[in-house]
């Protein structure tokens, strides 16, 4: 078992609920949360509310999946989301942590921190896979952000 911890920052050039709505819709989350070329991405259930739960499948096309699931601690509205989060694929548990998204409102925009604790099994999953998934996702938040 390894524990790490993944802290990113970005200023995006719209307002914090314009952001934080990007994050609460299914529709937009399948669009930004894309892996990309060659892998699936699917919601089996999106909840988004506290107390409620997501489950997420993604993966190479043809290839291993994961499931990701959620659970929602608390949501402030424009402010803050925080949820745990599993991965587990072939049904072995690869990753369990928290993820704490926090909006600020800054000139010009909202500056977006995402931290997420974690813990990596059996070397199935690793820091450094979950920090660059993070900021592809947190490009792709910008690309779609900017077409809405």
Known sequence: MIEGTVDLTRVYAQPAEAVFAAWASEQAQRIWGDPGEGWDLTFEVFRFAVGETDICRFGPTGGRHYINEIRYLAIEPAKRIVYSSSLASQGRLTF?????????????GTRLRLLEQG????GLDDLEGHRSGWQGMLEQLAAYLGRT
């Open 119 to 122: 813990l990596y099994f059996d």
């Open 96 to 108: 369990a942590g928290t993820v704490a998204a926090t909006f600020e409102p800054v000139q010009g």
